[in-house]
């Protein structure tokens, strides 16, 4: 038995580190584009869907990679991720702020984002004072709660979003 169908069979849901490459946090499973060691599952992250079941990831992290992904597929990454995470489980991106000097130093980053980008996934974000997100109603993807959103301008972005159901 894999240690996914272990954690399934459990029902205790799975740590998800998206493009870990081989640097997977403790305690996490690895997803990766590349074959590295601690790469629990192969698989190109701006494929979808992917090979887990519905609602099976407790956490999910995407640690400098959404810069990397390709800006026609950012919505369908972001409902495949919410198709895999459970209720309430949380989204973790951390990314160089858009604009910054370390977001430009890299030749292969192809957007950024920045303060306002997390409420294009949240219908009734914090700073609309709970009414509904006219950026949401544009491409009304699958719908996240923004619970963090930190960013300097001179560095990077943390964003934590969890997942609505309702």
């Known amino acids: 038995m894999s240690q996914l169908d272990a954690l399934i069979k459990k029902r205790s849901g799975i740590r998800l580190d998206v493009g870990c490459g081989g640097n997977k946090q403790p305690g996490m499973f690895g997803m990766d584009i590349r074959s590295l060691p601690g790469v629990d599952v192969v698989h190109d992250v701006e494929v979808v869907p992917y090979p887990l079941p519905n ?3 407790t956490h999910i992290l995407l640690s400098h990679l959404i810069e990397h992904m390709c800006p026609k597929r950012i919505f ?8 895999i995470m459970k209720p309430e489980g ?3 991106i951390s990314s160089p702020y858009g604009g910054s000097k ?3 130093q890299d030749p292969t980053h192809t957007h950024g984002w ?4 997390a409420l294009y996934f949240d219908p009734y974000p914090a ?3 709970g009414q509904r997100s006219i950026l949401y109603d544009i491409y009304k993807p699958s719908p996240w709660k923004i ?7 001179t560095g990077n972005m943390q964003i934590i979003m969890e997942k609505r159901v309702s």
């Open 55 to 57: 609602e099976v990831c």
């Open 76 to 83: 369908a990454v972001m409902n495949e991720l919410w198709r």
């Open 90 to 92: 949380q989204l973790m």
């Open 102 to 104: 370390g977001f430009w």
């Open 114 to 117: 920045n303060e306002n980008t």
């Open 127 to 129: 700073v609309a004072g």
């Open 147 to 153: 619970i963090k959103n930190e960013w300097w301008e």
